[in-house]
């Protein structure tokens, strides 16, 4: 049964790759999206009609809110929050300078009904699937060492997921974090999970996160709840170790706000049926050829040139030039025969980038068709509420290149540019750093889940940048 009962399936039944972008929309962009399963976006940058197009051809579309933090760039929420609706700790309120923004108290009944307004104005109004909830990771890691305080923080996080279900039903509902907060309270009321920082090198060789992906597969299996993972490092060996496990897989070596074109293309099952091409007979007498005959195996779409129009800082890194990949494009293209994409990218600087952007294809068979100008055909077969067959995708060649800093469509005034810069630097950053503390694990002692240990991403964030 669905988190609500209504229903036989889990909203993300079926996807099979997804691409997580917090960047402003173009028309390549939006056309891009359209290729694949999932796709996860910043909804203040989008209006209904886009989210329409986004959708038209069976993507499912997860907005972005931020669960268990607020930024000061977020004036508007800022505006409407209570002293209750901050987390004080001896008096004082809880503030992350790296990215500017303040622990809240998901306990208050004022912030969960701040939140549920956003979802409705957000995300139901403009007829997006679901939210993607980030820092839920945050009550694992700020209340390990209160167990008072933590047993209310998620008690007022399930009490969240509960009215939203009430007034939205089976919305897409997908948290970031807090491995340990869905084993103990979340799962019966969430649909998924990210898994940020799944790097094959440290994956591998860390105890703590083997018996992690058994105890994710255990909870999928007893509560429909998948795991879509994300590596910044080692692109086919971390997309491999995830389809091995059964998650979903994004390789990203970037921050978020660069879209990455072409990793997949739909085939045309997906597209509008064409009109039927008889072949002419040889003489009067023969038959016409039947349509199916000379339609052709698939129909694909071309992917879009990327155009990361948000106003973004941080510039994508430019991984090992391949055949068919543009120098300045960070995405890894995956091997035809094989469920993990065939080039390693990961950012000099950085050893572990936690908020990915860039790169997708999850699909594990070769397609037998070649798009007229992109090189990329992704096996893409269904609707994303219940996609059965899996999506495939070869090597992909965008057309041309734009740079990550190209201008916002023409509408917007270069005031309206400066502060969106301005906002997206602070969002951004948030989003490269926000869990390159995840990379070293202690053993268990009792709960796993909560023995993460934490390292400053600060420095490395200096470095990136």
Same mark, same amino acid.
């Given at each position: 049964?669905?988190?609500?009962?209504?229903?036989?399936?889990?909203?993300?039944?079926?996807?099979?790759?997804?691409?997580?972008?917090?960047?402003?929309?173009?028309?390549?962009?939006?056309?891009?999206?359209?290729?694949?399963?999932?796709?996860?976006?910043?909804?203040?940058?989008?209006?209904?009609?886009?989210?329409?197009?986004?959708?038209?051809?069976?993507?499912?579309?997860?907005?972005?809110?931020?669960?268990?933090?607020?930024?000061?760039?977020?004036?508007?929420?800022?505006?409407?929050?209570?002293?209750?609706?901050?987390?004080?700790?001896?008096?004082?309120?809880?503030?992350?300078?790296?990215?500017?923004?303040?622990?809240?108290?998901?306990?208050?009944?004022?912030?969960?009904?701040?939140?549920?307004?956003?979802?409705?104005?957000?995300?139901?109004?403009?007829?997006?699937?679901?939210?993607?909830?980030?820092?839920?990771?945050?009550?694992?890691?700020?209340?390990?060492?209160?167990?008072?305080?933590?047993?209310?923080?998620?008690?007022?996080?399930?009490?969240?997921?509960?009215?939203?279900?009430?007034?939205?039903?089976?919305?897409?509902?997908?948290?970031?974090?807090?491995?340990?907060?869905?084993?103990?309270?979340?799962?019966?009321?969430?649909?998924?999970?990210?898994?940020?920082?799944?790097?094959?090198?440290?994956?591998?060789?860390?105890?703590?996160?083997?018996?992690?992906?058994?105890?994710?597969?255990?909870?999928?299996?007893?509560?429909?709840?998948?795991?879509?993972?994300?590596?910044?490092?080692?692109?086919?060996?971390?997309?491999?170790?995830?389809?091995?496990?059964?998650?979903?897989?994004?390789?990203?070596?970037?921050?978020?706000?660069?879209?990455?074109?072409?990793?997949?293309?739909?085939?045309?099952?997906?597209?509008?049926?064409?009109?039927?091409?008889?072949?002419?007979?040889?003489?009067?007498?023969?038959?016409?050829?039947?349509? /199916? *005959?000379?339609? %052709?195996?698939?129909? &694909?779409?071309?992917? +879009? @040139?990327? =155009? #990361?129009? $948000?106003? !973004?800082?941080?510039?994508?890194?430019?991984?090992?030039? /391949? *055949?068919?990949? %543009?120098?300045?494009? &960070?995405?890894?293209? +995956? @091997?035809? =025969? #094989?469920? $993990?994409? !065939?080039?390693?990218?990961?950012?000099?600087?950085?050893?572990? *980038?936690?908020? %990915?952007?860039?790169? &997708?294809?999850?699909? +594990? @068979?070769?397609? #037998?068709? $070649?798009? !007229?100008?992109?090189?990329?055909?992704?096996?893409?077969?269904?609707?994303?509420?219940?996609?059965?067959?899996?999506?495939?995708?070869?090597?992909?060649?965008?057309?041309?290149?734009?740079?990550?800093?190209?201008?916002?469509?023409?509408?917007?005034?270069?005031?309206?540019?400066?502060?969106?810069?301005?906002?997206?630097?602070?969002?951004?950053?948030?989003?490269?750093?926000?869990?390159?503390?995840?990379?070293?694990?202690?053993?268990?002692?009792?709960?796993?889940?909560?023995?993460?240990?934490?390292?400053?991403?600060?420095?490395?964030?200096?470095?990136?940048?």
């Amino acid at each position: 049964m669905s988190k609500t009962g209504a229903q036989t399936m889990n909203p993300l039944d079926g996807v099979k790759n997804y691409q997580v972008y917090y960047g402003h929309p173009t028309e390549r962009i939006i056309k891009d999206m359209q290729n694949y399963d999932l796709v996860i976006i910043e909804p203040l940058h989008y209006t209904k009609a886009q989210v329409e197009q986004i959708k038209s051809r069976g993507t499912k579309v997860l907005g972005y809110i931020s669960v268990m933090e607020v930024a000061t760039w977020n004036t508007g929420l800022m505006s409407k929050l209570q002293s209750g609706d901050f987390f004080t700790r001896n008096g004082q309120r809880v503030h992350y300078p790296e990215w500017d923004s303040y622990l809240t108290n998901i306990a208050s009944p004022h912030f969960q009904g701040l939140l549920l307004t956003e979802i409705q104005n957000q995300v139901i109004a403009k007829g997006i699937d679901g939210v993607f909830m980030d820092t839920v990771g945050d009550i694992d890691n700020e209340h390990l060492n209160n167990p008072t305080v933590l047993k209310q923080q998620r008690d007022g996080l399930v009490n969240f997921l509960k009215e939203a279900r009430a007034r939205y039903g089976n919305i897409a509902m997908v948290q970031n974090w807090g491995f340990d907060t869905l084993e103990t309270s979340t799962a019966p009321y969430v649909d998924g999970i990210m898994w940020e920082s799944f790097n094959a090198d440290t994956i591998k060789s860390d105890a703590w996160s083997q018996n992690m992906i058994k105890k994710l597969q255990a909870v999928d299996t007893k509560h429909s709840v998948k795991t879509l993972t994300i590596s910044t490092r080692q692109s086919a060996e971390s997309h491999k170790l995830a389809a091995d496990s059964k998650f979903i897989h994004f390789h990203e070596a970037d921050a978020y706000v660069n879209w990455n074109a072409g990793l997949v293309t739909r085939t045309k099952d997906m597209a509008p049926t064409p009109a039927p091409v008889v072949v002419a007979p040889t003489t009067e007498t023969s038959t016409a050829t039947k349509p /199916e *005959a000379t339609k %052709p195996a698939t129909e &694909t779409s071309t992917a +879009p @040139k990327p =155009e #990361a129009t $948000k106003p !973004a800082t941080e510039t994508s890194t430019a991984p090992k030039p /391949e *055949a068919t990949k %543009p120098a300045t494009e &960070t995405s890894t293209a +995956p @091997k035809p =025969e #094989a469920t $993990k994409p !065939a080039t390693e990218t990961s950012t000099a600087t950085k050893p572990v *980038a936690t908020k %990915p952007t860039t790169e &997708t294809s999850t699909a +594990p @068979k070769p397609v #037998a068709t $070649k798009p !007229a100008t992109e090189t990329s055909t992704a096996s893409k077969p269904t609707t994303a509420p219940t996609k059965p067959t899996a999506s495939t995708s070869t090597t992909t060649k965008p057309v041309e290149q734009k740079d990550s800093k190209q201008a916002e469509p023409k509408q917007k005034t270069e005031k309206e540019l400066k502060k969106d810069k301005k906002k997206a630097k602070k969002h951004a950053k948030k989003h490269a750093a926000k869990h390159a503390k995840f990379v070293e694990h202690e053993k268990a002692k009792g709960n796993m889940c909560a023995k993460a240990k934490h390292k400053t991403a600060g420095f490395l964030n200096f470095f990136k940048f």
